[in-house]
């Protein structure tokens, strides 16, 4: 991998001011977590939602503290980064498409967040100064930053406002650290302990398999609402696959007595001979055979808030088992040693009576529930009603226990029991040993992992034959089958969440100095008893930061909240009713509270502003809940900035897609008196919304260098935001062809000139317009508000326009780039907005802000020229539309006049519906074929479509639009020569054929 040379840099610059690899740490950030069998330890303690890759934020860390002039091939190999991995990439995609499979030694090194480097290496690295650099991150998380600082030896101070953070970076960062193995020891023991006496108590609720050979792995069940004209208890799924081989289930309508209809199931092997779904779009199909009506979905939820019942005849909604999936271990041979050789064969079979135990878990319940509440054991929070997601309660679980089925909730409230009992048998909580209470932390977080494995909003995958952990979504959506873990089976339930923390625990250590494979840092004698750099875990609002002192932080580095993608306190509120029972026994000092803070929490939480709908002049809710992510954010920046020194250095690390957020977080950075010295666009996002969602998704995080800007004088000149603007195009300009070359495509190539633009932004901060601004047109429809919404001040200037001025050149040069061949030809601004909107997202579907904005950098009107001409608006999305939706919808027609990908758009129809030469005819009566415009748009268009056959399991509109680029494809070969317009690339920008079908990377929900 070739070095570039150093860069000239002031006295006191870093080297992340001057330099960052982000080529190589775009494809290791990747990497990290391209395997979901191999996930940093970090991912599976415990969820945690948006974690950054741990090598960039060893990245970020290490190079806010290093001089610019450092050693680079030094930095990279402290980084893990021990070859070439971009070299690597190309080798694997080549071996690829020659049907080769490398396996996991391609890249020649193993993945670089597995590396910690030696006391030797950092000492090489590092002088004695930067070795005890102070590390803040003000909004950790799930703690990936202070992970990666404790990893590279530095004292260290993490803080999160949410407890269950809180408790997470504890186990993560501080107790892995000071204890060593003798926390994995200890919490192994007492997990033992736990999940022998949970296992004993809940066992009768849990039948044995009708086989000696069969071992049950889950339970699958569907919600059960009653039809209102047959009085037919409905089972509700909607579909009912097992597995990806055509094995599923077949419903059996019973109407033999009219005051019991009900539905019993059989295992069918032929996806024909399965059933179909009984629920779609909210609304239950009836599927007895005298019946068959729709059941409306105010219906469905009208009798699910009429409370859950186990007995079918009562009304409300139920639940009924339909299937159970169990392992079948087969002997197949013995070893020489005598030891039976078993091969494990999935198995799914049909209910039978012995597994109903409705009764016994209700006797059970009934009976335990008063003490269970008495003790405060049971979590009987309400779920919020001013959230963002009130489904649970629309469909009839309005407190946080109504999230479990009764034998689920008879379970976890026995864990609690348990808990609390080996509390007590340890010492008490006011006398636990710190060892005991760092195990007991552990036993905690794996209760956790529990409860996400074991609530009715889990979900069986039938391409994987795994259930799917909460998690999987970051939201609280309705599932109308749902998935049972087998809890007291060896091997899963508790026996595995034991298992899996201590894995992770022992992972943990290892990547820790004096680890696996790396070199002791610490003394033999000073190995888990707190003598080395110290780690500070706080939980107070990242702006008030109480335990920090002024200007005692070398380094701030910070993956702030973003903005309105993850309302973490929302989610974990999953989790905090239980830990308030379980570790609020270790720590009653931290989870007092009736539920999470979302009221200091920084984020844009529209659901805190419900009441501005109704206030004119507010701006409404979404402008509120922007204008207070921003004002939050300036608070934690400026309390970041009490803590920093003078020659401090703060790394911001942001990923989002809209540049709301973005306009948001900069005019927060420069009021609380920051300056940003340079920027890099980093991918760390595995590309997995896009293809599953058909939507785009930003892949990249921006890394925003800040330092302290000094105070402006009073006899400082005004500023013109008109002689600023300039500058922004021309450092865009500069900087973008080296982004594209690096990987960075789509719209993160949009992203990744945003933080150029907000450099310059920050340096001639404040401005003002020398002439006035005129207000932009509103468009149509709450979802496209605009910032200039607020209250409108014509010489105002803020971060926005540096933003639209970085579109502006970045729009300039992808067209240049689209149309490399047909330079003198000029595009429509309705087709370039139809070519940059496919350049950009790479999807037909992406943020109705975005395309608004898009529209303005290009002057195209939105309502007039675009909405229901070339795109619908659907809530908060629009979807471009592909040639035949467009006839269906209007009629478009072949014409000279009007935007030229009118006249693509009915080729491409009439190729499709009839035969390329029909629509060849149809184009040379145009006379547009020899036009150099038409030649341009042509050329264009076949650019950023995407190719057919590229990807499965797509939708419609993506469907729509690779016929359109087929059939636009084949007439071009009837049409031209080669060399006029030339065919789509294989590469370059557009690169939906690489993306599409890979899946998204996570483990199973966690992370």
């Not at 026995?414 to 007590?424: K, M």
């Not at 599953?692 to 892949?699: E, G, L, P, S, V």
């Amino acid at each position: 991998m070739a070095i570039p040379d150093r860069t000239e840099a002031t006295a006191d610059a870093r080297l992340i001011e001057a330099w960052l690899p982000i080529a190589e740490l775009g494809e290791e950030s990747t990497r990290e977590r391209r395997s979901m069998t191999a996930l940093p330890p970090t991912y599976y303690l415990h969820v945690w939602w948006a974690r950054r890759p741990l090598v960039a934020c060893r990245a970020a860390i290490l190079a806010s503290l290093l001089p610019h002039d450092a050693s680079r091939k030094q930095f990279l190999h402290a980084l893990g980064i021990h070859g070439d991995p971009i070299a690597a990439k190309e080798r694997i995609r080549q071996a690829t498409l020659e049907g080769v499979r490398l396996g996991k030694e391609a890249y020649g090194y193993p993945r670089a967040f597995s590396y910690t480097p030696s006391t030797g290496e950092l000492d090489k690295l590092l002088d004695k100064e930067a070795q005890n650099a102070t590390v803040l991150d003000p909004t950790a998380g799930g703690g990936s930053i202070p992970f990666e600082a404790r990893r590279l030896g530095l004292p260290t101070i993490a803080n999160d406002l949410n407890p269950v953070a809180w408790l997470v970076m504890r186990c993560t960062t501080e107790f892995p650290d000071t204890y060593g193995d003798k926390v994995r020891e200890r919490f192994l023991e007492l997990g033992a302990v736990f999940r022998d006496r949970v296992c004993e108590r809940i066992a009768p609720f849990y039948p044995s398999e009708p086989e000696e050979s069969w071992v049950p792995d889950g339970y699958l069940w569907a919600r059960t609402v009653t039809c209102p004209y047959c009085n037919g208890v409905v089972p509700l799924s909607p579909n009912w696959r097992l597995d990806n081989k055509g094995t599923g289930v077949r419903l059996h309508p019973q109407t033999g007595d009219p005051a019991h209809r009900h539905v019993t199931f059989s295992i069918v092997k032929r996806t024909a001979e399965q059933s179909h779904g009984t629920v779609k779009g909210g609304a239950g199909t009836c599927p007895f055979p005298d019946c068959g009506r729709v059941i409306e979905g105010n219906d469905i939820k009208a009798q699910a808030q009429a409370g859950r019942n186990v007995i079918p005849e009562e009304a409300g909604m139920g639940e009924q088992l339909y299937a159970v999936v169990y392992k079948e271990h087969e002997i197949t041979g013995y070893t020489k040693a005598g030891k039976p050789k078993v091969k494990k064969h999935r198995g799914f079979r049909a209910p039978r009576p012995e597994d109903d135990v409705t009764e016994q878990v209700r006797e059970a319940l009934d009976a335990k529930l008063p003490e269970w509440e008495a003790l405060g054991i049971v979590p009987d929070e309400r779920f919020p009603e001013d959230g963002n997601d009130t489904r649970p309660i629309q469909y009839g679980m309005p407190l946080w226990r109504d999230l479990f089925s009764p034998r689920q909730l008879y379970g976890h409230c026995t864990s609690v029991e348990v808990f609390q009992e080996l509390v007590e048998e340890c010492g008490g909580a006011a006398d636990l040993s710190d060892l005991d209470r760092a195990a007991l932390s552990y036993l905690a977080l794996a209760m956790d992992k529990m409860l996400n494995y074991n609530c009715i909003l889990c979900r069986w995958i039938p391409d994987r034959e795994v259930m799917a952990g909460k998690f999987d979504r970051h939201d609280f959506a309705i599932k109308w089958s749902f998935a049972e873990m087998a809890p007291t089976v060896t091997g899963l339930g508790y026996d595995w969440v034991v298992e899996q923390t201590g894995k992770a625990i022992k992972e943990l250590m290892e990547l820790m100095p004096g680890g696996k494979g790396a070199e002791p840092r610490l003394l033999e004698e000073g190995a888990g008893d707190g003598d080395h750099a110290p780690v500070r875990i706080l939980c107070e609002s990242g702006d008030q930061l109480t335990e920090v002192d002024d200007a005692s932080v070398d380094a701030v580095v910070i993956d702030p909240p973003y903005y309105d993608n993850v309302m973490y306190a929302e989610l974990a509120d999953f989790f905090y009713g239980w830990l308030k029972r379980t570790a609020g026994r270790l720590y009653p000092g931290v989870f007092t509270d009736y539920l999470t803070d979302k009221e200091r929490e920084a984020v844009a939480n529209p659901a805190k502003f419900g009441a501005f709908k109704q206030v004119r002049g507010s701006g409404g809710v979404k402008q509120r809940a922007h204008r207070d992510y921003q004002e939050r954010m300036q608070a934690i920046f400026a309390e970041a900035r009490r803590t920093l020194k003078p020659d401090g250095v703060m790394t911001v690390m942001f990923t989002h897609k809209a540049s709301g957020a973005w306009d948001a977080l900069a005019k927060g950075l420069v009021e609380a008196g920051f300056v940003i010295t340079a920027s890099w666009p980093i991918n760390t996002e595995a590309a997995g919304s896009l293809h599953i969602k058909d939507k785009n998704a930003a892949k990249s995080t921006i890394f925003l260098v800040c330092r302290p800007r000094e105070a402006a004088s009073p006899d400082d000149a005004v500023t013109y935001w008109e002689n600023v603007e300039p500058e922004v195009v021309r450092v865009v300009r500069e900087k973008v062809d080296g982004f594209q070359r690096d990987g960075i495509a789509g719209v993160d190539l949009y992203l990744a000139c945003f933080g150029p633009a907000l450099s310059v932004f920050s340096r001639h901060w404040p401005m003002q317009r020398g002439r006035a601004a005129q207000k932009p047109e509103r468009p149509k429809g709450a979802q496209l508000q605009v910032l200039e919404d607020e209250d409108w001040d014509p010489y105002a200037v803020r971060p926005e326009d540096a933003l639209d001025a970085a579109r502006g050149a970045v729009k300039d040069w992808r067209m240049d780039a689209i149309a490399a061949v047909q330079r003198d030809g000029r595009l429509d601004p309705v087709t370039e907005f139809f070519v940059l909107a496919w350049d950009a997202f790479q999807s037909p579907e992406f943020p109705a802000d975005e395309a608004l904005k898009l529209a303005r950098v290009i002057g195209v009107g939105f309502d007039r020229d675009l909405r229901d001409k070339i795109l619908a608006v659907k809530g908060g999305d629009v979807i471009l539309w592909d040639s035949a939706v467009r006839a269906q919808k209007i009629g478009a027609a072949i014409s000279p006049d009007g935007p030229l990908i009118n006249v693509l758009h009915s080729a491409a129809r009439i190729a499709r519906e009839r035969n390329a030469a029909r629509a060849r005819d149809t184009l040379k009566e145009t006379g547009l074929l020899d036009n150099t415009d038409f030649k341009r748009a042509f050329e264009s268009v076949l650019r950023v479509l995407p190719r057919p056959g590229a990807v499965e399991g797509k939708s419609a509109a993506l469907t729509g639009a690779m016929e359109d680029a087929r059939a636009l494809e084949t007439l071009r070969t009837l049409v031209y020569r080669d060399d006029e317009v030339p065919p789509q690339p294989h590469g370059e920008q557009m690169t939906l054929g690489n993306e599409f079908g890979q899946g998204e990377l996570r483990f199973d929900g966690e992370g």
